[in-house]
């Protein structure tokens, strides 16, 4: 078969993976000399820990599973099979975690509650003050920002990938093809447009109004931290934000124990990475509500600092980057992606929300399955 892929993204880039991995030829298109969006602006965690129970959970555990063999054939990826932990203070976070590590499910995620003494044997840097820790040992990380590269510097290599940058897809023609803004039209045998956060233009078009939002938030980055941050690390509210922390216990903690005014109005967690070169990629908020603002404000970095430094329990380096970025997000959020043929051989996938680099591999081999590739 002959597969064109709009978008190249980290979704894009996986079902142009799957597609060359099953012996096809695809032609890549991007808009962009290199994909800029929300693929490049993320943690580069394979998220498995706060999944909703069910497809989202096996999505992220078939990913988690395809992240890692990918990795070991494209060692550029810089996978690290690094875990997660999560600081709790008090006996309302402390409920939450137990009730966590009761769940059927978490064997599967590796979810074990740990002593503050246990915590830091697996991660030195976390010299802080907290009373224990809830460990995912399932979580991982790869590095977003050569990731894509990484992967067409692979699909190159097989000799059956083509990409195309610069070419913005104006139109879908007939069926299995499209044409581009230098007016070239591509054919092929399938289409998948990969569109990530462009909701407009060409999507509406073909699609309509779908039920995806936009969805932005705020992010930093460090100079080298000068030790191995060896898992990643969240707070306690993350356990507000992710589904698979709801319980009994957690309604107690929200009624009970107000979250910090600025995270509570920019709906705030820390999710916490180091990068191969020593930095940490910390962040993040949400906003949901359009027009988004074209700035970024200072009181999320500050209050995110704060609550690193109390788990280091040292100031954090220098901030080398602040950034925004944008992403799609289903409406439904218990929907893993929003998949949709728009025409006869023509499919849109979008909207995975912060779900994207943690279950691409699995949205694109389910796509790929679908479409009987």
């Given amino acids: 078969m002959k597969v064109i892929v709009v978008g190249a993204g980290v979704v894009g880039a996986m079902h142009a993976w799957q597609a060359v991995e099953r012996g096809h030829e695809v032609v890549h298109i991007e808009r962009e000399a290199e994909a800029r969006g929300a693929s490049l602006r993320n943690f580069g965690q394979i998220w498995v820990s706060g999944r909703a129970g069910g497809e989202e959970l096996d999505t992220a555990l078939r990913a988690r599973e395809l992240w890692e063999g990918i990795g070991a054939r494209v060692p550029k990826l810089g996978f690290r099979a690094i875990g997660s932990l999560t600081p709790i203070r008090g006996d309302l976070e402390r409920a939450v975690a ?54 067409r510097e692979a699909l190159l290599a097989s000799g059956r990938y083509t990409f195309l940058p610069n070419r913005e897809v104006r139109e879908v023609v007939g069926e299995n093809a499209v ?144 950034w925004a970025g944008v992403y799609a997000q289903c409406v439904d959020t218990s929907r893993v992606v929003h998949r949709q043929r728009v025409r006869d051989g023509v499919w849109l996938v979008t909207g995975p929300g912060g779900r994207g680099m943690t279950c691409s591999p699995a949205i694109a081999e389910t796509t790929a399955n679908e479409l009987g590739w």
């Fill in 98 to 151: 137990e009730a966590a590590v009761a769940r059927e499910d978490a064997a599967a995620r590796g979810y074990k509650l740990l002593t503050a003494d246990e915590a830091r044997a697996i991660n030195p840097a976390l010299r802080g003050t907290f009373d224990a820790a809830l460990w995912c040992e399932r979580d991982a990380a790869v590095e977003p920002r050569t990731a894509q590269l990484a992967l």
């Fill in 179 to 322: 044409r581009d803004d230098h007016g070239d039209l591509h054919s092929g045998d399938a289409v998948v447009l990969c569109t990530g956060a462009w909701l407009s233009g060409l999507v509406r078009e073909v699609a309509g109004d779908i039920p995806v939002r936009r969805v932005r938030l705020q992010m930093m980055q460090t100079d080298p931290l000068g030790e191995a941050l060896t898992t990643s690390v969240a707070d306690a509210d993350s356990f507000r934000y992710y589904p698979a922390y709801a319980s009994l216990a957690l309604d107690e903690l929200n009624a009970s124990q107000a979250q910090d005014p600025t995270a509570a109005a920019h709906k705030m967690q820390l999710l916490m990475v180091q990068r191969l070169d020593g930095g940490l990629t910390i962040g993040d908020t949400h906003e949901y509500e359009h027009p988004f603002a074209f700035d970024t404000v200072e009181e999320p970095y500050e209050h995110l600092t704060r609550v690193v430094e109390s788990f280091l329990g040292r100031p954090l380096p220098r901030i080398r980057r602040r």
